[in-house]
Antibody, heavy 118, light 108 residues
Framework: EVQMVESGGGLVQSGGSLRLSCAVS????????ISWVRQAPGKGLEWVSV???????YFADSVKGRFTLSRDNSKNTLYLQMNSVKAEDTAVYYC????????????WGQGTLVTVSS | DIQMTQSPSSLSASVGDRITITCRAS??????LNWYQHKPGKAPKLLIY???HLQSGVPSRFSGSGSGTDFTLTITSLQPEDFTTYYC???????????FGQGTKVEI
């Protein structure tokens, strides 16, 4: 059974940093594409970033240069490092497995809430 | 970026109704269009991928159609658990710049 569990959310001051984790079971992180998608309060879903199986990473313009992605293969866990956070980064962050054929988000975690205070 | 526009933003329906949600892309995306259901406090759920393919385990009352710029999600015989929010998403952009529609809330 596939499980994706996000953690690391919380309250952070504007300009600060936070690292989110996505612990995966049921498939191998390094063999798959995995994305982060967020939902700001009262807003819709927004794609944030993806890491390919080969390690290439891509980011939405809204977070480019501030967020990075990494993997710990021994823990089968993906990390989203959030630096220089802004109030508009306040959201529930979901990790989602992304199919290589079609770029479809087929499995999702329950999300972790990040609140940026000014 | 490719912009996705859903309509309506919300709709009222009753159990047993048939509803249709429309999604329009600002550029042609072939059939790189997916639909998700999202209940508050829950993980989003994939319903339809590649415009018309039903994800495993999703009830057959859900269906999708379209190609190019215009797509639809149809739910026949609405069930109580279907009253929630639905999003379309284009997965065409390479390098990735995938975008969602703004969502359609289906209310009783």
């Amino acid at each position: 059974e596939v499980q994706m569990v996000e953690s690391g959310g919380g309250l952070v001051q504007s300009g600060g940093s936070l690292r989110l984790s996505c612990a995966v079971s049921g498939f191998t992180v390094s063999d798959n594409y995995i994305s982060w998608v967020r939902q700001a309060p009262g807003k819709g879903l927004e794609w944030v970033s993806v890491i390919y199986d080969g390690g290439s990473t891509y980011f939405a313009d809204s977070v480019k240069g501030r967020f990075t992605l990494s993997r710990d293969n021994s823990k089968n866990t993906l990390y989203l490092q959030m630096n220089s956070v802004k109030a508009e980064d306040t959201a529930v962050y979901y990790c989602a497995r992304t199919t290589a054929m079609g770029n479809v988000f087929d499995y999702w975690g329950q999300g972790t809430l990040v609140t940026v205070s000014s | 970026d490719i912009q996705m526009t859903q309509s309506p933003s919300s709709l009222s329906a009753s159990v047993g109704d048939r509803i249709t949600i429309t999604c329009r892309a600002s550029h042609s995306i072939g059939t790189f269009l997916n639909w998700y259901q999202h209940k508050p406090g829950k993980a989003p759920k994939l319903l339809i991928y590649a415009a018309s393919h039903l994800q495993s385990g999703v009830p057959s009352r859900f269906s999708g159609s379209g190609s190019g710029t215009d797509f639809t999600l149809t739910i026949t015989s609405l069930q109580p658990e279907d009253f929630t929010t639905y999003y379309c998403q284009q997965s065409y952009s390479i390098p990735p710049a995938w975008t969602f529609g703004q969502g359609t809330k289906v209310e009783i």
